[in-house]
């Protein structure tokens, strides 16, 4: 029997329609990612006289920008969707660290946004869906921002995960991934590969690597 084509599979299709409405209806409520609690974790104390600064890129409708904000951080919340981030100005909770000042709201591709310095960069699931052609310099604008002694975390999406024959994806081999951290002490670094848990998430064989890693002081 032949092999069905990879790109008819239910998983591409969903992945090339990019239907953030369902994505955030899906997510909405859900707590914050594990890689952002352990990094706030790691972190540890925060001066809340002299809050430190977070960047949440693709921040979807805040899943962790709450979790920041709860925990005293002065965040940063970017995303490219207008209806994600408009969810968050909606929300009243988010509409009062606007307002005081604790919360800024970028809407913009990550092709055109310049992290500011910060003390922690945070990326849940949304780095693989910066373009490739794109991917290498905005790392290097990631890496710049990052303050000596600050975090990243989040994910990067390994070259064995299904969507990386999408054209506008950017996967990475674990070389690659592990790469990019050399001047980082790397807190934790775990590979995901295996199929679907079938468990409402995408049918598809996942590759993902979940990493905190900390920049060296030097
Ligand atoms: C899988 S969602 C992750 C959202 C959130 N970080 C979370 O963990 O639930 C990916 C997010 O990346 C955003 N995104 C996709 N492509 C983008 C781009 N080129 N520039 C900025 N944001 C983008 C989407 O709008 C979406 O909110």
């Known amino acids: 029997m032949s092999k069905p084509d990879p790109k008819q599979t239910p998983a591409h299709v969903h992945a090339t329609t990019r239907d953030w409405t369902a994505y955030f209806d899906r997510t909405a409520g859900m707590p914050p990612r594990e890689t952002l ?7 540890g104390e925060i001066d809340p006289a002299n809050p430190p600064l977070a960047v949440d890129l693709g921040c979807g409708i805040g899943r962790d920008t709450g979790e920041l904000l709860s925990r005293g951080w002065r965040v940063i919340a970017q995303d490219s969707s207008t209806e994600g981030l ?10 009062a660290a606007i307002g005081t000042g604790r919360l800024q709201i970028m809407e913009c591709a990550f092709e055109d946004f310049t992290p500011p310095p910060c003390d922690l960069l945070n990326a849940s699931f949304s780095l693989p869906f910066c373009p490739p052609p794109c991917f290498e310099d905005f790392w290097l604008r990631i890496d710049h921002a990052i303050r000596p002694g600050g975090y990243f975390c989040g994910q ?9 024959i999408l054209e506008d994806r950017t996967h990475l081999t674990r070389e690659q991934a592990l790469s990019r951290f050399q ?7 775990r590979e995901e590969d ?25």
Do not use: C, M
């Open 156 to 164: 990067l999406f390994g070259d064995r995960d299904d969507w990386s």
């Open 194 to 218: 295996r199929p679907s848990n079938h468990t409402g998430e995408a049918h598809k064989h996942w590759h993902i690597f979940h990493i905190i890693a900390r920049k060296r002081i030097q």
């Open 86 to 95: 408009e969810r968050i100005r909606t929300d009243p909770v988010f509409s």
């Open 37 to 43: 609690i352990d990094a706030l974790d790691a972190f």
């Open 183 to 189: 001047n980082y002490v790397l807190h934790s670094f």
